[in-house]
């Protein structure tokens, strides 16, 4: 079965990741990886494996940040107070992060 990384097109399903992060993380270390990244073209974020632009979005407050930063990941890291827990960052692509796929 073939899966890619986890594409969000509403906030029941953003706040679902968030719940599974929550449920199996041992401590908010990590940010991870999902779908979408605006590599192809600055400031246009489009999920990769459907090639369809974001509907639904949820960055943190002053992202995306842009410039270099084309991957998008879910916030979970320890710093980020709990209101932005979930919310999104464009980040490094080469970042190492970890990540959240779904079955096709
Ligand atoms: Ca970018
Ligand atoms: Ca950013």
Not at 17 to 46: M, P, S, T
Not at 65 to 89: A, P, R
Not at 97 to 103: D, G, L, T
């Amino acid at each position: 079965m073939s899966s890619n990384l986890a594409i969000v097109n509403n906030k029941a399903e953003n706040n679902f990741l968030i719940g599974i992060v929550k449920e199996y993380a041992q401590a908010y270390i990590h940010n991870f990886w999902l779908d979408a990244n605006d590599i192809e073209r600055e400031g246009h974020f489009i999920w990769q494996s459907t090639r369809q632009p974001l509907v639904y979005k949820n960055w943190n407050p002053n992202e995306p940040s842009g410039g270099t930063e084309d991957c998008l990941e879910m916030l979970f890291k320890e710093y980020v107070d709990e209101q932005h827990i979930g919310q999104w960052n464009d980040k490094i692509c080469s970042h190492e992060n970890h990540f959240i796929c779904e079955k096709r």
